[in-house]
């Protein structure tokens, strides 16, 4: 068990919809990371927050986005969905930035677009 | 530009084989660091070994072994006498610049591995 929490962990979907998912990081934690993993994309980075500020982006879509909130937790927000959007979305988080810090990964979302 | 190749799409191997994952990175910075994650079936990313840029010594934990060359940006890891329960996809990773700039981990593809009882 990492100490990074993923909720839901399963989410069915119709497409256009919108959906928000979940990350609470360690306890004491600064940064939080979002990835996901898709068959064609294989696993790839989307945004970075630290301590409440957006601090990365990588391939997120416009119709992606994100913030952190000031008890540190995390949502993803993913609408207009596409079939397309359906993969395993990882959250990490690490204590501080920079990549001495280690990233723990939470268990994911898994979301289904039908 | 940072990037994992594994050219291994899936390897499948009987079980008590030893196994070898390879993976060669790319990148222009001198400090890096490198990983290797396991995913299981039940789909969550388990880490295995992280390796600073600086740190070249081979490392071993059980039947786990990885060799950091950084002459050939490769860094391999080995199984040895493998198990049923190693079978999962396996990522080989990357992380840049501990200093000020992004430090999002870039993976590979991904190696999927099948032990055979």
């Known amino acids: 068990d990492s100490g990074v929490t993923q909720t839901p962990k399963h989410l069915i979907t119709a497409t256009g919809q919108r959906v928000t998912l979940r990350c609470s990081p360690r306890?004491?934690?600064?940064?939080v990371y979002w990835y996901q993993q898709s068959l064609d994309q294989g696993l790839q980075f989307l945004i970075q927050y630290y301590n409440g500020e957006e601090r990365a982006k990588g391939n997120i879509l416009e119709r992606f986005s994100a913030q952190q909130f000031p008890d540190l937790h995390s949502e993803l927000n993913l609408s207009s969905l596409e079939l397309g959007d359906s993969a395993l979305y990882f959250c990490?988080?690490?204590?501080?930035?920079?990549?001495?810090?280690?990233?723990?990964f939470g268990p994911g979302t898994r979301l289904t677009v039908t | 530009a940072q990037k994992v190749t594994q050219a291994q799409t899936e390897i499948s191997v009987v079980e008590k084989e030893d196994v070898t994952l390879d993976c060669v990175y790319e990148?222009?910075?001198?400090?890096?660091?490198l990983f290797w994650y396991k995913q299981p079936p039940s789909g969550e990313l388990v880490f295995l070994i992280r390796r600073n840029s600086f740190d070249e010594q081979n490392e071993i934990s059980g039947r786990y072994s990885w060799n950091f060359q950084k002459s050939t940006s490769s860094f391999n890891f080995t199984i040895t006498a493998s198990q049923v329960v190693d079978s999962a996809v396996y990522f080989c990773a990357l992380s840049e610049d501990p200093m000020n700039r992004d430090d999002k981990i870039i993976f590979g593809k991904g190696t999927r591995l099948h032990i055979l009882p």
């Open positions: 306890s004491g934690d600064l940064s």
């Open positions: 990148t222009r910075d001198t400090t890096y660091y």
């Open positions: 990490a988080s690490s204590r501080a930035t920079g990549s001495e810090n280690e990233q723990y």
